[in-house]
């Protein structure tokens, strides 16, 4: 009875231990010019809301979660206003300024590609929220990355998503 007890018990054990070691599996977004990574926890929303490329979502915690934290893309064209990346984050930083409150602003460098990333919040929508912005600009377009919490939240998720957003690439 206690060999048997004992094989079930390592039985459950190496289960367990294969599941926390089973890599997450991961999606690809590859359209109008840019690529991202994404995991398959999230949820892809294309149709274009509130002028997005793409929404991911992350999934409600219980009934009472009133708010899903999210990744979106804007893509602004920016033919005919002669705005480097340097102008369109002093833009962006004053709009921030006047709607919330701008944490950092940083350039950053990564693999031949450059963006200035913002971290911010405001209130908005009934919410406390908090953003980390990453703001490229190539080929005559702005490509605007942002990660969206509630303010309490942000802590447990923003490192996950973070990696998300520096798989994103323009082509």
Known sequence: ???????????????????SNKKEETKEIDK?????TYTSDLKLDESGKQGSEFLLFTKKINANDNFVENINLIIKNLENLNLDLNKFVEITEN?????GNL?????????NSEFQKL?????LNNFDLKF??????????????????????F?????????????????
């Open 103 to 111: 944490i950092s602003s940083e350039r950053i460098k990564i693999n």
């Open 32 to 36: 109008n010019g840019y690529t991202l």
């Open 119 to 123: 971290i911010y919040s405001a209130y």
């Open 155 to 171: 802590e447990k998720y923003s490192s996950d998503m973070e990696k998300i957003m520096k798989t994103f690439a323009i082509k």
């Open 132 to 153: 980390i912005q990453y703001d490229f600009v190539k080929n005559n377009n702005a490509y605007i990355l942002t990660f969206t919490a509630k303010e309490d939240e």
């Open 1 to 19: 009875m206690k060999i048997k007890f004992l094989l079930i018990i390592l039985t459950v054990f190496q289960f367990s231990s294969c599941q």
């Open 95 to 99: 709009q921030i300024k006047t709607n």
